[in-house]
C-alpha cells in the first residue's frame, strides 16, 4: 500500500472513531436525561406526598384539639356541676343549723 492508501485508512478509522463516540455520548446524554426525568418525577410525588402528610397532620392536630377543648368544657361543666353541689350541701347545712340554734332557742 501506498503512503496515500495508509493515510486514507487511518482517516477512516479516525471518522469511524469520532462518530463511535458522538454515538456513545448521545446515548449517554439520552440516558442523562431519562434519568433526570426519573429524578424530577420521584421529587414531584415526594413533595405531593409531603402536601398530604401535612394535611393529615394539620387535621389529626385540629381533631385532637376540638377534642381537648370538648374534654375541657365537659370538665369545666363537672366542676359547675359539682360546685353547684357543693353550694347546695352548704346552703342545706346552714340552713339545717339555723333550724337547730331556733329549735335550742325555742327550748330555751
Known amino acids: 500500500?501506498?503512503?496515500?492508501?495508509?493515510?486514507?485508512?487511518?482517516?477512516?478509522?479516525?471518522?469511524?472513531m469520532r462518530n463511535k463516540l458522538t454515538e456513545q455520548q448521545q446515548e449517554k446524554n439520552e440516558?442523562?436525561?431519562q434519568f433526570t426525568t426519573?429524578?424530577?418525577?420521584v421529587v414531584d410525588a415526594l413533595l405531593e406526598m409531603e402536601g398530604v402528610l401535612r394535611e393529615i397532620g394539620q387535621?389529626?392536630?385540629?381533631?385532637r384539639d376540638s377534642q381537648e377543648g370538648?374534654?375541657?368544657?365537659?370538665?369545666?361543666?363537672e366542676l359547675k356541676e359539682e360546685?353547684?353541689?357543693e353550694y347546695t350541701?352548704?346552703?342545706?347545712?346552714v340552713e339545717a343549723e339555723e333550724r337547730e340554734?331556733?329549735?335550742?332557742?325555742?327550748?330555751?
Open 38 to 41: 426519573k429524578i424530577a418525577l
Open 83 to 85: 360546685g353547684r353541689e
Open 59 to 63: 387535621t389529626v392536630e385540629a381533631e
Open 101 to 108: 340554734r331556733a329549735e335550742e332557742h325555742e327550748r330555751e
Open 1 to 16: 500500500k501506498t503512503a496515500q492508501e495508509k493515510l486514507r485508512c487511518k482517516e477512516r478509522e479516525l471518522d469511524d
Open 31 to 33: 440516558r442523562d436525561c
Open 70 to 77: 370538648r374534654e375541657m368544657e365537659g370538665g369545666k361543666e
Open 89 to 93: 350541701h352548704k346552703e342545706l347545712n
